[in-house]
């Protein structure tokens, strides 16, 4: 019987992991396209996941430069410049 509700959660488990990994995925393919306004919440829910990635605060501050969120795009660039992603760059110096 444990046996049986450690499988089940297992696959539970890897399930979720797969869909959030399409997930990020989606955001990345809206990202690249420029479609920033739809790829912002999948970004911003993926930071409440992994806040220390630098490559997904970098992409979170730019969607939110994007669209029209100045202030808020800043904090994200220049955590993802300081781990020397350099996209961030770019958007710092239009701050």
Not at 15 to 18: E, L, N, P
Not at 55 to 68: A, F, I, M, R
């Given at each position: 019987m444990k046996l049986r509700h450690i499988v089940t959660l297992f696959v539970c488990v890897l399930?979720?992991?797969?869909l959030r990994g399409q997930t990020l995925e989606e955001a990345k393919k809206l990202y690249l396209e420029e479609r920033f306004a739809e790829a912002l919440p999948i970004f911003q829910t993926e930071y409440l996941i992994n806040p220390t990635d630098a490559?997904?605060?970098?992409?979170?501050?730019?969607?939110?430069?994007?669209?029209?969120n100045e202030s808020a795009a800043e904090k994200h660039l220049v955590y993802a410049s300081q781990k020397k992603i350099p996209e961030a760059y770019l958007y710092l110096g239009e701050l």
């Open positions: 399930g979720c992991c797969i490559s997904l605060n970098q992409w979170l501050g730019v969607c939110l430069y994007e669209t029209g």
